[in-house]
Structure formats: C-alpha cells, structure tokens
C-alpha cells in the first residue's frame, strides 16, 4: 500500500490529453515540493517534473503537472503511442521524528488507445 | 557527464545478505544524498534509504529497519547498499539515485537485479 495515491492505470487516444492525480496528506504533498517520473518497461524512472510544476531540460511542454493542498496532478496533451509508460509521483515525507523519508505513489500505467 | 554505475545481477538464498555498490562519476560525491530504491517485478517504485555522503548520516524507510544498510566510501566514490535476511519477496531490482537532489539533480544507477530464490 504506497503513502500517496494515484489511479492504476489512464487510457485516452491519440493528440487527447489526459490527467493523472496523486493523492497524500498533509505530511508529504501538503508540506513538500512533487516530483513526477516516466517509466518505460527495463529502464529507469526519468523526471518529467520537479517542484510541483517545473520541467527539466529537455521535457516538452506537453507536460505540465500542478498541486494544490495535499494533492497533484500531471497533465499530458497531444498524446503520443511514444507517452505509453508508467508514470509515478513522489515527494519528501515529514511526518516521523526520526528524519524526512521519501514516498512514492503506487504508479499509473498510461494507455494510448 | 554524470554516471551511476551499479554492480551486477545477483542469486541469493533466502537469509543471505546481498551488498550492492553504486559508483559515482561527473560529480562531487558529497554534494547530494544518495538514494536507494526498489521495484519489485511488475509493481511500482519503493524508497530504501538515503545517506548523506558528507556526513555519512543516513535515514531508513521502516519496511526495512534492522535490515539495510547504507554507506558510502568517499575515497572511491562508490555507494553500497546492504540487505540482510533476504526472502523471496526481497527480489527486485535496486537502484541507486540522487532523487532530485536539491531540487533538479535527478540521476539513476541503471539498476541491480537481485533475486532470492532457495
């Protein structure tokens, strides 16, 4: 059972746009700054998003994701057969005295029918 | 350029240890947490632990309290992670990771497979 929340899986058609939520608590996304990660089968996650809604180098802008409180959204326009992947959001935890933790949502598997 | 370099696939038995290392290159070792994390086949992404190459700090999901260990040797730039009691539900592959390290910095080892099986 992952801390943050998001949809098993998302399907729209080609050049649709489709959203991904991700749900957490006051202790993660409420009071930390979201990331969001693609993930292709065999390789490792690469960063679409970091700081809630900026995209590094190199993302193209039909990437775009928000927060507000203790939720966030990724957001994918013009959907490509290419944008098929599974898709995750994370953020730092504070909620233990022992130290800050990392948590990952449960992952979303996007289709692009 | 930056590189994380994993070490290779590893077969243990259920209650060994399995200890896999992470080198580093294109950057200063000390100037960000290295992360590990892991994903089980078919499921999704799950954090380890971090430690703080400066200071050798680290910090443990729960899942895994009295189990991992994190170090990392600042002479060679290489990170490691070790597992103990290891059963089947520990077969993953792990990573290594900067995970956004003070903001943007996000770099991936390419992963280890690990595979417990009697």
């Known amino acids: 059972q992952s801390v943050l929340t998001q949809p098993p899986s998302v399907s729209a058609a080609p050049g649709q746009k489709v959203t991904i939520s991700c749900s957490g608590s006051?202790?993660?996304?409420?009071?930390?700054?979201v990331s969001w990660y693609q993930q292709v089968p065999g390789a490792a996650p690469k960063l679409l998003i970091f700081?809630?809604?900026r995209r590094p180098s190199g993302i193209p802008d039909r990437f775009s994701a928000s927060k507000s409180g203790t939720s966030a959204t990724l957001g994918i326009s013009g959907l490509q057969t290419g944008d098929e992947a599974d898709y995750f959001c994370?953020?730092?935890?504070?909620?233990?005295?022992?130290?800050?933790?990392?948590?990952f949502g449960g992952g979303t598997k996007l289709s692009v029918l | 350029e930056v590189h994380l370099v994993q070490s290779g696939t590893e077969v243990k038995k259920p209650g060994a240890t399995v200890k896999i290392s992470c080198k580093i290159s294109?950057?200063?070792?000390?100037?960000?947490?290295m992360h590990w994390v892991r994903q089980a086949p078919g499921q999704g992404l799950e954090w380890v632990g971090l430690?703080?190459?400066?200071?050798?700090?680290?910090t443990y999901s729960e899942r895994f309290q009295g189990r991992v260990t994190i170090t990392a040797d600042m002479s060679t730039d290489t990170a490691y992670l070790a597992l103990s009691g290891l059963r089947s539900e520990d077969t993953a592959v792990y990573y290594c990771?900067?995970?956004?390290?003070?903001?943007?910095?996000?770099?991936w080892g390419q992963g280890t497979l690990v595979t417990v099986s009697s």
């Open positions: 990771t900067t995970l956004v390290g003070k903001g943007v910095f996000d770099y």
């Open positions: 294109g950057y200063s070792f000390s100037d960000y947490y």
């Open positions: 430690i703080d190459p400066e200071d050798h700090a680290t």
């Open positions: 006051t202790s993660n996304i409420g009071s930390n700054l």
């Open positions: 700081a809630n809604d």
């Open positions: 994370g953020t730092w935890d504070s909620g233990l005295s022992a130290g800050a933790f990392w948590v």
